[in-house]
């Protein structure tokens, strides 16, 4: 079943996708005269840089998320599909979706994100889940609120202590506020609320293959993280290579490289694995790739021409993490666009105005990435930042940076409910350590205690 190009005689552009770089390519449509035709496969819009607080029960859900049609309800040249895209016919401009339906586009944009990558270990996934959706937050809570409600019931030292230890793997942003939000969970919110544990007795542990934390920081902000987790109570360990995960733990390996350093294999008996280390590009990427004659590279991504497109294909963007861009500045080498939510906005912009350009029969511009710089928060009342300026970076950590991370966030959340419902919900998380959101549906049967009647 085929859909028209477009209800009337405009270019019709195909957006896939609602994530950051999908909504940017819209709302910069938004004035054009062409008609939209956005396709997600939920029916909304997340914000994943808060998702952990989804994960650890600090925020509800709603809270970071808007739907799609809401969202594009005022602008009048969309119309939003909740549908999944299974496959592409590029010779005729079709994207088709899983139902059969076919849709025509004159302007394609790809805008579908990531997915989890276990790295060769796909069976991982069933004893580590990641965090890249609304399903994946509720699956961690449940991990994590139900490993104390188990150890409650238990009576045997040994299997309580693997009850009671948290292991998160990766050490990027998302690994490292998971481990850090962990940590006062067991001791400040839950205190008091238990009478056959003490939720304060819980081992956290953050484990990162590589020589230190948020590499993707200078090695001074790197350091000064490290020295804040350590300082709440979190282990970590660097250097260690995930060798195995099953129901009950995972087993890592330190040294044994290349200097002739004896291999170590250790193993930790836990019932709560997050996976925070690795990430790839959405499996729409390879199936695009394919219709089209093009390979991805080793992490899902497709390479794209200075000016978003593929080659051979102007019709065809490719945008945030599913596209390995260059930013390309006068006079300076082209430099790789980093996996982040500023650059998808920023591509998505960049695509829609090429398209435009298009449209109208001029030459298309290069992709200029603006680095504003990373944040990451590590716990109450600490966070580290590293911010480009024109006098130069800007670096610096402790209470004044999570006090700048808690409104850069709350400022890029969509909408002014969100906006204030989390302020609001952070207020009252400072004051009184408890959080708002300590409710796991009872639809997560594998998460219930052994026990559970």
Known sequence: MS??????????????????????????????????????????HLFQPLLYQVATAGLAAPSISAPARTLFRNQRNVTTLMGEVSGFAPAT??????????????HLVVAAGTTHSYFGHDDWAAHAPGLKTLADAFTVRGKVLFAFEAAERESDPEKRRAMLTFCVIG???????????????????????????????????????????????????????????????????LGAKVTAIDANGLSFQTGGGADGTPANVQRI????????????????GRGLGEALGMSVDRAGRLKVEPDLSLAGHPEISVVGDLAAA????????????????????????????????????????????????????????AAVVDLSTPLGPLRFSGRMAWLFWLFAHVYFLIGFRNRLIVLMDWASAYGTYQRSARVVPETLPEHRPANHT
């Open 171 to 237: 050490a990027g942003p998302t690994g490292v506020e998971m481990a850090g939000t962990m940590v006062e969970i067991a001791r400040h919110t839950l205190k008091g609320e238990f009478r056959h544990i003490d939720p304060a007795d819980s081992r956290v542990l953050l484990i990162e293959g590589g020589s230190r934390v948020l590499q993707a920081m200078p090695e001074s902000l790197s350091h000064k993280a490290q020295v804040h987790l350590e300082e709440l109570g979190v282990e970590v360990q």
């Open 269 to 284: 008996d836990s019932h709560c694995v997050v996976w925070a280390a690795g990430v790839t590009g959405s499996p729409l």
């Open 326 to 381: 260059m930013s390309y500045h006068k006079g300076k080498e082209p430099k790789p666009v980093p996996g982040v939510s500023p650059g998808a906005k920023q591509m998505g912009r960049t695509a829609a105005a090429n398209i435009l350009r298009r449209l109208n029969g001029q030459p298309t511009e290069q992709f200029r990435y603006a680095d504003y710089g990373n944040l990451a928060t590590i716990g109450r009342n």
């Open 3 to 44: 859909t028209p190009s477009s209800p009337t005689a405009r270019p019709h552009i195909v957006i896939i996708g609602c994530g950051f770089g999908g909504l940017e390519a819209t709302r910069a449509l938004q004035r054009a005269d062409v008609d939209i035709t956005v396709i997600e496969r939920t029916n909304h």
């Open 93 to 106: 401009r079709e994207v088709i979706l899983a139902d059969g339906h076919r849709i025509v586009y004159d």
